[in-house]
């Protein structure tokens, strides 16, 4: 069993920056790739990133790409979202997850969510 807390979240114009963190509960953190995802309101759950158990690979959604870098803190069981160049499109609510799944994209595939924090993006 896995426990996800995500903080970090706010209000930003566009063009700023801010870093999510997922706080992970367990000793098994090290074992799960995590992902984040996020929802616009009146919109499906989407991919954002994610990063395998090592943080030796990292995939990006093509919405983020260069913008948004995932990582991981193995040792302090928490993982990062670093988003750059913020546009009022990035505005929802972000999850974290964990998923036992080798780097997986597929939202499927992840098994235990945090409660979400919410990201503004102002125009």
């Known amino acids: 069993q896995v426990q996800l807390v995500e903080s970090g979240g706010g209000l930003v114009q566009a063009g700023g920056s801010l870093r999510l963190s997922c706080a992970a509960s367990?000793?098994?953190?090290?074992?799960?790739?995590m992902g984040w995802f996020r929802q616009a309101p009146g919109k499906e759950r989407e991919f954002v990133a994610a990063?395998?158990?090592?943080?030796?690979?990292?995939y990006s959604g093509d919405s983020v790409k260069g913008r948004f870098t995932i990582s991981r803190d193995n040792a302090k069981n928490t993982v990062y979202l670093q988003m750059n160049s913020l546009k009022p499109e990035d505005t929802g609510v972000y999850y974290c997850a964990a998923s036992m799944s080798m780097a997986t994209t597929a939202e499927g595939r992840y098994d235990y969510w945090g409660q979400g924090t919410q990201v503004t993006v102002s125009s």
């Open positions: 367990g000793r098994t953190f090290s074992r799960y790739t």
């Open positions: 990063i395998s158990w090592s943080g030796g690979r990292q």
